[in-house]
């Protein structure tokens, strides 16, 4: 199996509730959670666009939050924090002729994303050996739980 770029989700932590910012993106992104977690609130989501690419994903969140309202910007201001998680399944091979898996991240998309206060983060889903791969909208079915089931955990 070869490692894979999975999504780069969204994840804000906030005191306070996170509804208004999930309604202000709309139909531009595809909800994994919005709740109490903790003491505060947590809100994941990904885009709606199909990414090949982290690069994609981290521009089009920045293009999402830059067109919020004040209002709904004051609200992202007080989160506690912003985070992009890039997602990849470890898998067992590369993909390639080379014995390594390279994403890259442009400068203009590090520093879109600095600028908003969003952190980077990089999750690597271990492969497991057991399971039966049934790709269902570009992810197994596995993947899928194991996405939704992280955020929850958190």
Not at 89 to 96: C, N, V
Not at 103 to 112: M, V, W
Request: include cysteine; glycine fraction near 8%.
């Amino acid at each position: 199996m070869d490692i894979i770029y999975l999504n780069t989700d969204l994840e804000l932590r906030s005191r306070r509730e996170l509804s208004p910012i999930l309604s202000a993106f709309g139909r531009a992104v595809s909800l994994m959670y919005n709740g109490k977690a903790g003491s505060g609130y947590l809100l994941s989501v990904e885009t709606q666009a199909t990414n090949r690419y982290p690069d994609r994903a981290i521009n089009r969140f920045c293009d999402l939050v830059e067109s919020l309202s004040k209002v709904h910007r004051k609200l992202w201001g007080a989160c506690q924090s912003r985070i992009l998680d890039i997602g990849f399944d470890s898998g067992t091979t590369a993909g390639s002729k080379s014995n390594c898996y390279r994403a890259q991240l442009s400068p203009s998309a590090i520093s879109r994303a600095a600028k908003l206060g969003m952190a980077i983060t990089i999750t690597i889903y271990p492969v497991d050996r057991t399971r039966k791969h049934r790709k269902v909208g570009g992810l197994s079915k596995f993947q899928d739980r194991r996405r939704k089931r992280s955020v929850r955990e958190s």
